[in-house]
């Protein structure tokens, strides 16, 4: 196993992890950021969805939104991500041995963009835990 290759060198960060509460807009951001990379895709977006800790109301999280995007193949980063890039994300990590997932990062407002080949069974777990967390608030807490 080769382990993922960072793109874009990485930062260490040794700080405290900021939590905030929920905030209402987390959904609204992640609404325009989704518009905007299937504007930019088009037919290549397959399906776009919020995901991680800002996409269940009533959870802290930290301030980043957390996008999935499903692509045919993503491995074909010739197909994504340069109008990815011109929307203002950056390549940040290949992971070849999970799932071939691509991380992008958008810097303002805060997002990481996971790039998942469509059939992926990760995506799927990723939406069954969101929908669990925010069918049970018990579960949730």
Request: glycine share 8%.
């Amino acid at each position: 196993m080769a382990g993922p290759e960072y793109v874009t060198p990485r930062e260490r960060h040794d700080g405290p992890i900021f939590l905030a509460a929920y905030d209402p807009e987390w959904a609204a951001t992640y609404d325009r950021l989704a518009g905007a990379i299937r504007d930019a895709l088009g037919d290549t977006a397959v399906e776009v969805e919020h995901v991680g800790s800002t996409s269940v109301p009533g959870l802290d999280a930290k301030p980043i939104i957390d996008i999935d995007l499903i692509v045919p193949d993503s491995t074909d980063e010739a197909a994504y991500v340069g109008p990815l890039e011109r929307l203002g994300y950056e390549l940040l990590l290949r992971e070849p041995d999970w799932f071939e997932h691509r991380l992008l990062r958008l810097g303002v407002p805060a997002a990481n963009l996971h790039v998942f080949s469509e059939g992926c069974e990760e995506h799927t777990r990723m939406l069954e835990f969101r929908d669990r967390m925010r069918a049970d608030d018990e579960v949730r807490d």
